[in-house]
């Protein structure tokens, strides 16, 4: 099994590579390498003889106070300019790393090896990084694309099921926001946790062929990638209401059952838009099913504190919320409506729609 595609972006071309064992082949470089390595991970790299910077991968390390000591720890394993970073681990190590190797020097190039589906689908292509602030999740941040993604199989069997289908849930996001064709096709894999090795690799390559066409025709977030947003601006008000209890992939899954409450209430769909958008509910309910209990947070939510952090999210203007749902027959849209009185209500009534579709199958 091995699949290999390149990336066309402002800064070169890479490529991505898929399949089993890639992590040892980096290895082998005669270049002066330094790991920077998820802490869990560490026993899965024992072969790695380069210098290691192990980071425990927690939202308070991926804050712009703990960036330093990671930069003097590079220094201290003498990274010059030609220097390159390989890292290893999920979202938490990528951004890290994205963001240390854009600025360390002006910047050195680095590797990246995803460890979790999340970052494996999703993350691992696009070259942003995101960075916390205090308690401000992902306020700061750059581009700053890799070298090179190896995709190594081997990390998706230590994942639990719960962080195998919060992966799959930027998936079947990614794959939806591209229309009919593509979410069809990722239907066929069959996705559900636990993943067999095939499987993934199936889903993995559906997933970030349909995203290369969203960074490639709009890298810098103006127009079409924007539609990648799709249940995040729900999701996040779930995630931050819940003091981040629900795993961000599993809060977006939520967040698209909001999301398609929302179109349903609003009468901006058509019938052909139900089936293929009720498609798409039938198959996130079916993934949130065995989550039951990381869901139990969501459960007599206050919809006011919803609200408040879906108002707070830095995609709306002063005036507008900016929302990402299915219209006509299904395709995806970004709406800006106004923060009425009116359109409030429509959210809250979202909030617990979609909750309820989520938690108790919209019985
Ligand atoms: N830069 C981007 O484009 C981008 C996109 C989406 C999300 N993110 C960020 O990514 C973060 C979430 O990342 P994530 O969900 O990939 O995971 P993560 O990095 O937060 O890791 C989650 C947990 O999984 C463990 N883990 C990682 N790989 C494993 C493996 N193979 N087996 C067993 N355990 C493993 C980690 O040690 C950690 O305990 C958030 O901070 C989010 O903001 C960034």
Redesign the pocket.
Known sequence: MHASFDINSSTGVYRVSLGEGLVKNVVASQAHRIFIV????LA?VAFVTDPIIAV????EN?SLERIAPIIEALKGHGATRETEIVAV???????IA?FVASIYMRGLRWHYC??????MV???I?????I?VGAL??LV?NFHPPASILIDLA??????AE?QT??LM?SVKICYARGGEAFDAYLALQPTAPLKTETAFAIIEQSLTTKKWFIEIDEFDQAERLLLNFGHTFGHAVESATHFAI???IAVGVGILMAYRYAEVASILTPAGLERAGRLVAHVQALLQPMRHTLAPLVGIDAEVLLKHFGSDKKHSQSHYRVIVPVGDGDLQRLSVERSPLIQALIRNAFAQGADLAVNGGA
């Open positions: 998820d802490t869990n991970l899965q425990d991968a927690t939202e991926k681990g999920g979202g938490i190590i990528q951004d994205t995803p460890t979790t589906l999340l970052g999703d993350s691992c696009g070259g942003k990084s995101s916390n999740k992902n941040g990390f998706v069997h230590s994942l639990s962080q919060s992966g930027e795993p961000h992939g």
